[in-house]
């Protein structure tokens, strides 16, 4: 693993949570909301000196559609004013992995999805956002991977994609 000054995670629903306190997800300037809650964000990775020491990985789930096109567009972007690589991470599951993991104790406190009948309605109706074979994208099938397994894939290919980060690795498992 990459070292905590190194490395830092925005899981999606520290993005998402402050937006479901103020409105609701069909409820008009919901999606508005969220937009102005990543820029700012956005901004401050741009501009302010010290982020700059370190990686941001964020968590999200997007669709296929345009709204998912345009916000995969403001990571990009963020990634690209910085001066950076952009890397994107696509995990997958079976729908039987999917509904076990849907049921861990800790998913509804974090504000994750626990229903698995709207579990079903995403995964027989909505199409993941596709990366278009972007040559930084690694998709991953995590349905038989062990959490750290997962991690050691996708340190591997971030460390071939941007070796700089390699000084700050502190895993003691060989990846």
Same mark, same amino acid.
């Given at each position: 693993?990459?070292?905590?000054?190194?490395?830092?995670?925005?899981?999606?629903?520290?993005?998402?949570?402050?937006?479901?306190?103020?409105?609701?997800?069909?409820?008009?300037?919901? @999606?508005? *909301? /969220?937009?102005?809650?990543?820029?700012?964000?956005?901004? +401050?990775?741009? &501009?302010?000196? =010290? $982020?700059?020491?370190?990686?941001?990985?964020?968590?999200?789930?997007?669709?296929?559609?345009?709204?998912?096109?345009?916000?995969?567009?403001?990571?990009?972007?963020?990634?690209?004013?910085?001066?950076?690589?952009?890397?994107?991470?696509?995990?997958?599951?079976?729908?039987?992995?999917?509904?076990?993991?849907?049921?861990?104790?800790?998913?509804?406190?974090?504000?994750?999805?626990?229903?698995? @009948?709207? *579990? /079903?309605?995403?995964?027989?109706?909505?199409?993941?956002? +596709?990366?278009? &074979?972007?040559? =930084? $994208?690694?998709?991953?099938?995590?349905?038989?991977?062990?959490?750290?397994?997962?991690?050691?894939?996708?340190?591997?290919?971030?460390?071939?994609?941007?070796?700089?980060?390699?000084?700050?690795?502190?895993?003691?498992?060989?990846?």
């Amino acid at each position: 693993m990459l070292s905590p000054p190194a490395m830092k995670l925005v899981h999606n629903h520290l993005l998402i949570n402050p937006a479901d306190v103020v409105l609701g997800r069909e409820q008009d300037g919901y @999606q508005d *909301l /969220r937009q102005r809650i990543r820029s700012a964000i956005f901004w +401050s990775l741009v &501009h302010e000196p =010290a $982020t700059y020491s370190s990686s941001y990985v964020f968590t999200d789930f997007q669709t296929n559609n345009h709204l998912g096109e345009k916000v995969m567009k403001e990571y990009a972007k963020c990634a690209k004013d910085r001066d950076t690589v952009y890397i994107p991470i696509v995990l997958t599951c079976d729908l039987d992995t999917n509904l076990t993991r849907c049921e861990a104790p800790d998913r509804a406190h974090s504000g994750k999805l626990v229903d698995k @009948q709207l *579990l /079903r309605k995403f995964r027989n109706h909505t199409e993941l956002y +596709s990366f278009h &074979h972007d040559y =930084a $994208t690694l998709e991953l099938d995590v349905s038989t991977l062990s959490a750290a397994d997962a991690a050691k894939q996708i340190l591997r290919h971030v460390l071939n994609l941007a070796p700089e980060l390699s000084v700050h690795v502190i895993s003691p498992v060989p990846l």
